[in-house]
């Protein structure tokens, strides 16, 4: 069965504090894993996807990184508009499901 | 472009009472899905479209219908609604290339009393 682990669950950052945000997974075949943000009251909103280990996507602020067993989202630099809740997902091999981890609730203080 | 909507944004029922969460998109996409969103369990998969007239189950798909009967359209069907379905519910709807990502609508808040 493929799972998702997202941590920490919530994350406090100072504007201008860079950090990491974590996504573990198990997947039978990995077809792709996926970034997406999530504003309150808002539904999830496509951020990237990454397909195999190495490979790294890159937009404003956020670099998505993958490897055999994780994938990190890097924040660089981050402002008050990045706070959201970030969401990881995963499709295996011969699946239509996307499997998605709890989210990580990201805060960034002025 | 309108992309996924989904009606009504919130509603409240009494437990027993049946209701149908529309869903519709105008991107001519084939794929078609619908999520629950509960506090500190993420997002679960109740049931998915690949294509007009199939349909099928997703991790908790129990108390709810769904069809197809057009590839724009999704409804979810609640037949006897019960407090253990208050949730927030989305639909998404992606291309049927492989890793097309999926499009959400901004979701249904749904409170069963």
């Known amino acids: 069965e493929d799972q998702v682990t997202q941590s920490p669950e919530a994350l406090r950052l100072q504007e201008g504090e860079s950090s990491s945000l974590n996504c573990s997974y198990t997947v039978s075949g990995l077809r792709g894993l996926f970034w997406y943000r999530q504003d309150p009251g808002k539904g999830p909103e496509f951020l990237f996807t990454l397909y195999s280990a190495g490979e790294e996507k890159e937009k404003e602020r956020l670099k998505a990184t993958l490897t055999k067993k994780e994938s990190f989202l890097h924040i660089t630099a981050p402002k008050p508009e990045d706070s959201a809740t970030y969401l990881c997902a995963v499709k295996g091999d011969g699946s239509e499901k996307l499997v998605f981890g709890k989210g990580t609730k990201l805060t960034v203080n002025p | 472009n309108a992309g996924v909507t989904q009606t009504p944004k919130f509603q409240v029922l009494k437990t027993g009472q049946s209701m149908t969460l529309q869903c519709a998109q105008d991107m001519n996409h084939e794929y078609m899905s619908w999520y629950r969103q509960d506090p500190g369990m993420g997002l679960r998969l109740i049931h998915y479209?690949?294509?007009?007239?199939?349909?099928d189950q997703g991790e908790v798909p129990n108390g709810y219908n769904v069809s197809r009967s057009t590839t724009e359209d999704f409804p979810l069907r609640l037949l006897s609604a019960a407090p253990s379905q208050t949730s927030v519910y989305f639909c998404a709807s992606s291309h049927p290339e492989q890793n097309s990502p999926l499009h959400f609508g901004n979701g249904t808040r749904l409170t069963v009393t």
């Open positions: 479209s690949v294509g007009a007239g199939i349909t």
